[in-house]
Structure formats: structure tokens, C-alpha cells
């Protein structure tokens, strides 16, 4: 082992490595545990939420819009004797809609 001090990465901000110069040996070996276990934290928050994204991809329509959200139910409404599919999800206190396509008569 060095006599030298090692120096900190080059991407640290200089009042965390400020900090960390002034801390002791125990408050070291406690930041080195606790930021360990955090960025083990937050990779796992960054995993669960990737793989929830490609689980959301997976699950969602082929015939979707863009401009439609996935928990998007397919509904009928009829117009002027006319019978039409709409895509509809709730917004808030609101129900959103929007045209799919025209009901085929042998439906």
C-alpha cells in the first residue's frame, strides 16, 4: 500500500471528495458500505423498471396508436343506427376515446 493519499475519480464532484477528505476512517467505511448498497438499489429500480417497459411492449396491441395507452379497452358505439369500434381509457376523471374502425355487418 501507497504512502500517498489515491486520488478520487475525475468525474466526482470536488465537494463530495471535500467531504469524504475530511471524514474519518469509520465515517469512510460507512459511506463506502451505504453507497455501495444504493447504486445496488438503484440498478435494480433502473432493471425492474426496464423490464417493466418491455413488458408493457409485449402487451400492448399491434393496432395500438401512438396516441393511445395500453390499458386501453376497445368498446362499440353506435351512431346513427351505424355501429363503430373505439379505443377508450380513463384520463384522470375523464374517459378518453378514439376511433379504431367501422364494425363489419357479419359482427
Known sequence: MSYEPP???ANLPTEV???LNESTPEHLRDVATYAEELAEHK??????????D???AE??????PDAV??????TVKEIN???????QWREGDKVKSKYKAPVSPDE
Do not use: F, M
Open 54 to 56: 418491455q413488458d408493457e
Open 7 to 9: 486520488l478520487p475519480p
Open 17 to 19: 471528495v471535500n467531504t
Open 69 to 74: 395507452p395500453s390499458k386501453a379497452t376497445i
Open 43 to 52: 440498478e435494480r429500480e433502473a432493471r425492474l423498471e426496464e423490464e417493466a
Open 59 to 64: 402487451k400492448r396491441p399491434d393496432d395500438l
Open 81 to 87: 343506427d351505424n355501429r363503430y369500434y373505439y379505443w
